[in-house]
């Protein structure tokens, strides 16, 4: 199962890619596109920070720490092998993301944002809403479905 976290994370690394390319070429000279008119605009943003643009300028200390989290995951992952496919959907959502924002970080120095939504004032992009809704409910499943924690619950019983 593990290798199947890695070609999620591979497909969502190559989609997020092939959007930031689209992005650059056609919407980057004219800054905006409206998608659904009070709702969803694409709008190229080159973000130094991190979440919501905090934390400006600390391009090389979040490719280490992101690359830390990577291996992290990847580790857990390989090394102790849990229960459960979600796991590693959610990992695989993780880890392309992650990996996504990185090459960006590395190449450019900034991440490209494109995400515009009306309800929702921060621009992101695809990366972004992969790692959040991986982590949102990894967090989720960690603390209320996840096999190890039922397994330790049958053997009190």
């Known amino acids: ?3 199947v976290a890695l070609l999620i994370g591979a497909l969502v690394v190559a989609v997020d890619q092939i959007i930031k390319v689209i992005v650059v070429n056609n919407v980057k000279p004219s800054g905006t ?3 659904i008119d009070g709702l969803f605009n694409l709008q190229y943003v080159e ?3 991190v979440a919501f643009g905090m934390f400006q300028n600390m391009r090389w200390f979040f490719v280490a720490l992101t690359s830390l989290m990577i291996f992290a995951v990847i580790f857990y992952m390989f090394k102790k092998r849990p229960q459960g496919k979600l796991f590693y959907i959610l990992a695989g959502l993780i880890i392309g993301g992650g990996i996504g ?3 960006d970080r590395v190449l450019y120095g ?3 944002d494109y995400i515009s939504l009306s309800f929702f004032p921060p621009v992101c992009n695809f990366a972004d809403y992969c790692i959040t ?3 949102i409910i990894l967090a989720l499943w960690l603390l209320f479905k996840s096999p190890s924690k039922s397994k330790k619950a049958n053997k009190n019983d």
Request: aromatic share 12%; charged share 0%.
């Open 101 to 103: 924002n990185l090459i």
């Open 1 to 3: 199962m593990p290798f």
């Open 110 to 112: 900034y991440v490209i």
């Open 133 to 135: 809704i991986g982590v």
């Open 47 to 49: 973000n130094n920070g």
């Open 33 to 35: 596109v409206t998608v």
